[in-house]
Nanobody, 114 residues
């Protein structure tokens, strides 16, 4: 299984970013996928999940109303649209195939700073 995240960058507060995660070697289209993040000096935090077929979507309270998760099953790709970014969103963002984040990619750095 390989998960490759991309799209992280330095952005000002209030800005937007779109993260992508390409998955290979895994039955992506029939599996729930998750986004996690880890801020400097903190533990892994669950951010969002999306069921196969996008039938059920969940968000952490800290990102609800600002982040939107989606998936393209034909391209084995997971997305995270992040709007109204805050300084506290600064973290390494990971996509994962499980709800504990144990099987995840290498991550992509998101830095929100003025």
């Amino acid at each position: 299984v390989q998960l490759v995240e991309s799209g992280g960058a330095l952005v000002q507060p209030g800005g937007s970013l779109r993260l992508s995660c390409v998955v290979s070697g895994f039955p992506f289209s029939i599996w729930e996928m998750n986004w996690f993040r880890q801020a400097p000096g903190k533990g892994l935090e669950w951010v969002s999940s999306i069921e196969h077929g996008s039938t059920q979507i969940k968000y952490a309270d800290s990102v609800k109303g600002r982040f939107t998760v989606s998936r393209d099953d034909s391209a084995n790709t997971l997305f995270l649209q992040m709007d109204s970014l805050k300084i506290e969103d600064t973290a390494i963002y990971y996509c994962a195939t499980d709800s504990r984040g144990q099987q995840r990619g290498q991550g992509t750095q998101v830095t929100v700073s003025s």
